[in-house]
T-cell receptor, first 112, second 116 residues
Framework: DSGVTQTPKHLITATGQRVTLRCSPR?????VYWYQQSLDQGLQFLIQ???????AKGNILERFSAQQFPDLHSELNLSSLELGDSALYFC???????????FGQGTRLTVV | AQSVTQPDIHITVSEGASLELRCNYS??????LFWYVQSPGQGLQLLLK??????LVQGIKGFEAEFKRSQSSFNLRKPSVHWSDAAEYFC??????????????FGKGTKLSVKP
């Protein structure tokens, strides 16, 4: 157990809908990262937050957004969902910027 | 552009045999390199990492990896594979634009099967 908690574990929704994925980082970790793992694209970095501020942005679609709250948990919002958004979404956290990132077990999103 | 290539999609080895998983990277400077393992239904666990110094790094679970700058490679090895090592293995390079150890560019992964 990495100490990073992601909810829900599984999510099935219809095209066009909006969903929110939640991540609770390890206690004391300030940095949160979101990744998408799909069969087509593999593991891709989406976005990073550090102490509430956006730190780095990767291949994140405009339909997707994220935020990190004062208690340091983070949410990834996915809207206008398409079939191609079906994937495993991972959250990772680290204490700081130059420390190892620990991954959660992921949220499997299925868009039907 | 930065990239990571894992040429082997699937490898099968016998239990007790040695293992080498290949990883090649493309990067303009000295890279930060990582190997992660993903067991079915689990998240990714860091096996080892290389930042600088000794080019042979030791990790958890008996794994080691060697950084070879001339070959742009960071191959993962284990002298004797156990059935519990069956999983998918990902090589990653630290993204230059991120500056954090969590900003990673991953390879496509190598799935390891272990024969009894």
């Amino acid at each position: 157990d990495s100490g990073v908690t992601q909810t829900p574990k599984h999510l099935i929704t219809a095209t066009g809908q909006r969903v929110t994925l939640r991540c609770s980082p390890r206690s004391g970790d300030l940095s949160v990262y979101w990744y998408q793992q799909s069969l087509d694209q593999g593991l891709q970095f989406l976005i990073q937050y550090y102490n509430g501020e956006e730190r780095a942005k990767g291949n994140i679609l405009e339909r997707f957004s994220a935020q990190q709250f004062p208690d340091l948990h983070s949410e990834l919002n996915l809207s206008s969902l398409e079939l191609g958004d079906s994937a495993l979404y991972f959250c990772a956290s680290s204490t700081g910027l130059n420390t190892e990132a620990f991954f959660g077990q992921g949220t499997r999103l299925t868009v039907v | 552009a930065q990239s990571v290539t894992q040429p082997d999609i699937h490898i099968t080895v016998s239990e007790g045999a040695s293992l080498e998983l290949r990883c090649n990277y493309s990067y303009g400077a000295t890279p930060y390199l990582f190997w992660y393992v993903q067991s079915p239904g689990q998240g990714l666990q860091l096996l080892l990492k290389y930042f600088s110094g000794d080019t042979l790094v030791q990790g958890i679970k008996g794994f080691e990896a060697e950084f070879k700058r001339s070959q742009s490679s960071f191959n993962l090895r284990k002298p004797s594979v156990h059935w519990s090592d069956a999983a998918e293995y990902f090589c990653a390079v630290g993204a230059r634009w991120g500056g954090s150890q969590g900003n990673l560019i991953f390879g496509k992964g190598t799935k390891l099967s272990v024969k009894p």
